[in-house]
């Protein structure tokens, strides 16, 4: 069971699956041998939460890829952190750049979002990141504030929180952020929380990459002091190498 460990690797399974593939992928994860101190997510789409949830091992977790602003009622298509919890999910991605720059939701909508979860007892994978533009023109490190003071200005707390750190053109781009790019980042967004939030905030959130990780380039990134872990997506659709990258970061 996750539970607080020093690391944690979530899979975001995006939309991506069948039944049989999901299944698949589970008989991967249930045999895997999985290292004790790395806390284990896995987000699969909506329609499969269940099927995996009665399934996989309770090593490791499920987590929602979104929730709905409030409680349930006339939304349609959405789905509510109540109808989450009561098919045994326990985390919710927010602000995935995905949903910030192909669906159009703003940083604001995102910490709400984030803050109605962990009221009702879900815990948040917040994410972070700059698009190649952004970064090109010197504006990574505000880009990424930016981001995180919506976070801090809508949710009563951090203890429940992971930070990804996903820059957006190493998503799904195969062009991995470098060990020292991803670590100036970590470092900054770490010096951020000490400065805006508390001290001991910076030193217990885990903050993760995000980005074209995989089997062969985890372990690399996984040395820098402020790297706590991954938020893998395509590699988290192979469960050998999913569970190598969850190994990689102890
Ligand atoms: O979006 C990602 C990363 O995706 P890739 O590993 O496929 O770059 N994680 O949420």
């Given at each position: 069971m996750a539970g607080t460990g020093k690391f944690f690797v979530g899979g975001n399974w995006k939309c991506n699956g069948t039944k049989d593939s999901i299944s698949k992928l589970v008989t991967e994860l249930n045999s895997a041998k999985l290292e004790d101190d790395v806390d284990i997510v896995v987000a699969p789409p909506f329609v499969y939460i269940d099927q995996v949830k009665s399934s996989l091992t309770d090593r490791i977790e499920i987590s929602a890829q979104n929730a709905w602003v409030?409680?349930?009622?006339?939304?349609?298509g959405e789905i509510s952190v109540e109808q989450l919890k009561d098919i045994g999910c326990k985390w919710v991605i927010h602000g995935h750049s995905e949903r910030r720059h192909v669906i159009g939701e703003d940083s604001q909508f995102i910490g709400k979002k984030s803050a109605y979860a962990l009221t009702q007892g879900l815990k948040v994978i917040a994410c972070i990141g700059e698009k190649l533009e952004e970064r090109e023109a010197g504006k990574t490190f505000d880009v990424c504030y930016e981001q995180l003071k919506a976070f801090a200005d809508n949710?009563?707390?951090?203890?429940?929180v992971v930070i990804a750190y996903e820059p957006v053109w190493a998503i799904g781009t195969g062009k991995v952020a470098s060990p020292q790019q991803a670590q100036e980042v970590h470092v900054a967004v770490r010096e951020w929380l000490s400065k805006n939030v508390s001290a001991e905030v910076a030193s217990q959130t885990r903050i993760i990459y995000g980005g074209s990780v995989n089997g062969g380039n985890s372990a690399e990134l996984a040395k820098?002091?402020?790297?706590?872990g991954f938020l893998v997506g395509?590699?988290?659709?192979?469960g050998p190498e999913f569970a190598s990258i969850c190994n990689s970061v102890t």
């Open positions: 409030g409680k349930g009622g006339a939304f349609t949710m009563p707390s951090w203890d429940d820098q002091e402020d790297i706590d395509g590699a988290s659709l192979k």
